[in-house]
């Protein structure tokens, strides 16, 4: 592994990496949205020379010979004069995304997922993941155990404390050199070499750098999304933090459960104690950490407000909603501008709408704004149509979901493990089922995955058409049993149907042929 010791920054350069899409007759062509700087991740640290192309494929249904073309280019896949490798795909396959590396490199690319084609499918996604930081140890300890052993949990695992403190020390380090660039390419017109700058201008730099970036460092005591790579092998799922001292006594850097390698470990557990058996590897290891636990916010919805009961939507989410509106009101006829887009816009610390691409109108309506004080460029036409897109928007929230904010949590599991009087203590599963440590002071909760699924997820993720029966009432369950819609063998209900005013149900209908698969499913209101 190469590391780079100037910015502790990893990225596979960009004449190195293509990003094509395939028509529906099998024409290859470059992609100029979507791109992927492939920043910060395992691939790029542990193949610095590696060729990728990323591929997205046509998700609409094709016909035979549309089907066909499209297969025979990503079996033959060559673009200037490279000839590329189909090895795997990550989160967005659903969205017909594949990626694709040089020969020279899909032997190591296989043998990482074990030659097991399905597995580089469905885990390649932790090699191109992006993380926030990387860095790699030389020679760390890794220890893997079975789920639940030593405080571990489902895909949830330990750092020791010193070297979480080295992950915090690179993102700073990292943060203070790009941080520079910027401060650079805002005094001149053509920065200057670094190297070539006065001593005093470097500390004057590196000050305001520090100072800019203080809040976005990685913080300590949170929960850590990771991505790790280690002796041929990837794991992904979420770090807790452990003392030094216990991670002595188990002569180990990294604790990590069975579940989070991926695909699972073919090495014969070798190892016994007092916490059964387990697997200890040595050697380099690289870990990224993806994201962190922080306080958060999200905006309701509708699909949420089904849940509500109907004393909550007549004593608070009517009243709140009503509140929204004579705030938004007050703030467009006195011209408080500011306040005005904090109740369009998003909060700092809330979760991003997923349903809706606003950012740049939003982008582009705050900065004007704010920057006429006299609130006279709210009547250029550009920016009117672009305000009232917003307040459209914002409206069908209020009068959909009410316009109040939820607070978001990121659900950490009860593990434990610390030294005791030189005695190891762990456990996980101690806190009764159905119950949770928060800091509210309400009774009950309503435990909702964000963002809320909807029923053009699930199309959108699975080919339902070609499923067999049983693999469908796998994934869905049984279906209840109904009168409506007796053309079709499985119905399912969705709930109301959605817009403005709900007064039908929609319906998730499939057919099934003779063969016992899915011929055809649809959305259906009753």
Request: glycine share 6%.
């Amino acid at each position: 592994m190469t590391k780079n010791t100037k910015t502790n920054n990893y990225r596979i350069p960009t004449d190195q990496i293509q990003n094509l899409e395939i028509d529906r007759n099998g024409r290859v062509a470059p992609r100029l949205h979507d791109l992927e700087p492939l920043k910060n991740t395992l691939l790029s640290v542990l193949y610095p020379a590696i060729k990728v192309a990323s591929v997205n494929v046509p998700t609409e249904i094709l016909d035979d010979y549309e089907e066909s073309q499209v297969e025979n280019r990503l079996a033959k896949l060559v673009w200037n004069g490279i000839h590329y490798k189909l090895v795997g795909a990550s989160g967005s396959a659903k969205k017909g995304k594949f990626y694709f590396v040089d020969q020279e490199h899909s032997r190591a690319i296989a043998e990482r997922f074990q030659h097991w084609p399905q597995a580089a499918i469905v885990y390649f996604g932790i090699l191109v993941s992006s993380c926030k930081v990387m860095m790699e140890e030389p020679d760390a300890r890794v220890l893997v155990v079975p789920d639940g052993k030593l405080g571990t949990n489902d895909c949830r695992g330990w750092i020791r404390r010193s070297l979480f403190l080295k992950l915090q020390q690179t993102h700073e380090q990292q943060l203070v050199m790009e941080e520079i660039g910027r401060l650079l390419r805002d005094r001149y017109d053509k920065p200057p070499d670094r190297e070539l700058l006065g001593e005093q201008e470097r500390q004057e730099l590196a000050q305001i750098a520090r100072q800019e970036i203080h809040r976005k460092i990685l913080p300590s005591d949170r929960f850590y999304q990771f991505r790790m790579a280690f002796s041929n092998i990837q794991a992904k799922g979420s770090f807790k933090v452990v003392e030094d001292d216990v991670a002595d006594a188990l002569e180990a850097d990294f604790i990590l459960p069975e579940s989070a390698v991926k695909p699972g470990l073919k090495v014969p557990a070798v190892m016994y104690s007092i916490f059964g058996p387990g697997r200890r590897f040595r050697g380099d290891v690289v870990t990224g950490i993806r994201e962190f636990s922080r306080q958060l916010e999200f905006e309701s919805s509708y699909t949420l407000l089904e849940h509500a009961p109907e004393d909550s939507i007549q004593l608070e989410i009517l009243p709140q909603a009503m509140e929204q509106v004579r705030k938004l009101s007050g703030a467009v006829s006195e011209g408080r501008y500011e306040e005005l887009l904090k109740i369009l816009g998003r909060h700092p610390d809330s979760l991003p709408d997923l349903d809706q691409d606003t950012g740049e109108e939003f982008r582009i309506v705050e900065g004007l704004l704010l920057a006429d004080a006299s609130g006279e460029i709210v009547r250029h036409p550009y920016v009117n149509n672009q305000l009232n897109k917003l307040l459209a928007r914002w409206a069908y929230k209020v009068t959909t979901g009410g316009g109040f904010r939820l607070p978001a949590f990121a659900l950490m599991d009860d593990g434990y493990l610390f030294l005791k009087d030189g005695k190891v203590l762990s456990g996980s599963d101690w806190i009764p089922e159905h119950s949770a440590i928060v800091p509210l002071a309400s009774k009950w909760g309503l435990c909702v995955r964000y963002p809320i699924r909807m029923v053009d997820d699930l199309l959108r993720r699975y080919q339902l058409r070609g499923m067999r029966q049983n693999e469908l009432i796998s994934l869905l369950g049984q279906p209840p049993k109904t009168d409506y819609f007796r053309d079709y063998q499985l119905v399912y209900w969705l709930g109301p149907e959605r817009g403005f005013i709900s007064i039908d149900s929609e319906w998730l209908a499939l057919r099934v042929g003779s063969d016992q698969r899915i011929t055809e499913a649809r959305i259906v209101r009753d």
